[in-house]
């Protein structure tokens, strides 16, 4: 079938604004997005720009906004979109070129909360740290995350304050926070409680609909907000 | 290329303000829904402009609840509309245009809430304001 592509394209050295440009391609029904704008970049215009690594909705490097809403470029077929299939970079991030946008601000924010396990208590010697199955279940949802940056891009409230910590970056807190055996709650709450920590979050739920792997980012932004009116995240007195 | 402190809330810590302040609009807004519903049914459903007038408020604040009624919906109504009006400027503006909506926020609230108090208060009935017979 012929697929048709509206791209936005920006080129920082040529461009001063973004501008739309169209493409067909020849493609299968069962081909997804990304299959479509590797053709472009292979056989039509090689100064396309994108970001993609595994194509397998595992490593998040192609979040893109595709007829209007986050999608991950190699999780989509073109069968399933009315055409022309309008692609866009993510909102909300200054673009490099093309597709690519500037995710450093969102990896700032990211290793802001601290996203690894945190020890203070010696550990045991050659054993593990026990966790039981329903102390696990806490996070799980949380630790599908695969950092691709949907949700914070559909988040209105990340739009208007680009210094809004964002759901992603909430997302790994609460995967750390909700953790047994994790000893450092209260060393990501500095960022998570403040200005622009998890109370600029107006639960519009853009994030829980732009998730790829459909973690519930607003339900693990609410347990982070409760744990915190809680005093359950404060340092002991 | 810009990295460390693209993360406003290292710069300026809150003492947790914005949380009491999330726990205070979820409690208000609950309270509000009681005391907000009761003032519609009173003064639109079981009355009306028809027979509201300065008798039937001079009557009502001849008892404490309702003084204490109206004085809960004034301070909750107020912070609570005034905090989502400040979170609406904290989201949208910034810089100096912030710093002065917030305070004429904070100033306008204040002296509203002072002016509702003080009538509510004070409020005696006076026979020849057209009033008590």
């Known amino acids: 079938m012929d697929v048709k592509f509206k791209i936005l394209r920006f080129d920082p050295d040529k461009d001063k604004k973004p501008h739309w440009e169209s493409y067909q391609v020849e493609m299968e029904p069962t081909d997804r997005v990304l299959d479509g704008l590797e053709l472009i970049k292979g056989r039509v215009d090689g100064t396309l720009g994108l970001r993609r690594s595994c194509a397998h909705g595992v490593c998040g490097s192609d979040a893109m906004l595709i007829n209007g809403k986050n999608l991950l470029a190699c999780k989509v077929l073109v069968k399933s979109l009315p055409q022309p299939i309008t692609i866009e970079p993510m909102r909300g991030f200054n673009v490099l070129r093309d597709l690519i946008v500037d995710m450093e601000p969102f990896f700032a924010k990211y290793r802001a909360v601290k996203p690894y396990l945190i020890e203070k208590d010696e550990r045991p010697e050659h054993k593990e740290r026990l966790q039981s199955p329903a102390d696990r279940e806490k996070f799980e949802d949380t630790t599908k995350c695969i950092l691709c940056g949907a949700c914070t891009t559909s988040c209105p409230s990340f739009w208007a304050n680009p210094d809004y910590v964002g759901p992603a970056a909430i997302v790994q807190a609460h995967r750390f926070i909700f953790d047994s055996r994790d000893q450092g709650k209260e060393e990501r709450v500095e960022v998570l409680d403040g200005r622009d920590g998890v109370w600029r979050c107006r639960t519009v739920f853009n994030c829980v609909e732009a998730c790829p792997k459909g973690i519930n980012v607003t339900k693990a932004i609410g347990e982070v907000k409760q744990a915190l009116s809680k005093g359950e995240l404060d340092p002991p007195k | ?133």
């Open chain 2, 1 to 133: 290329m810009t990295t460390a402190n693209n993360y406003g809330s290292r710069q300026r810590p809150t003492q947790g303000i914005e949380r009491y302040a999330w726990v205070f609009m979820r409690l208000s807004g609950l309270a509000l829904l009681i005391l907000a519903l009761g003032h519609l049914f009173i003064m639109h459903v079981f009355n009306s402009v028809h027979n509201i007038d300065y008798n039937f408020v001079a009557a009502r604040y001849e008892r404490l609840f309702w003084r204490v009624y109206d004085m809960a919906m004034l301070w909750l109504a107020l912070i609570h509309g005034m905090n989502g009006l400040r979170t609406i400027v904290d989201d949208y503006t910034r810089g100096a245009v912030r710093v002065w909506t917030v305070r004429s926020l904070y100033i306008g609230g204040i002296f509203l809430l002072a002016v509702g108090s003080w009538v509510i208060i004070c409020f005696k009935p006076v026979a020849a304001a057209g009033g008590m017979h």
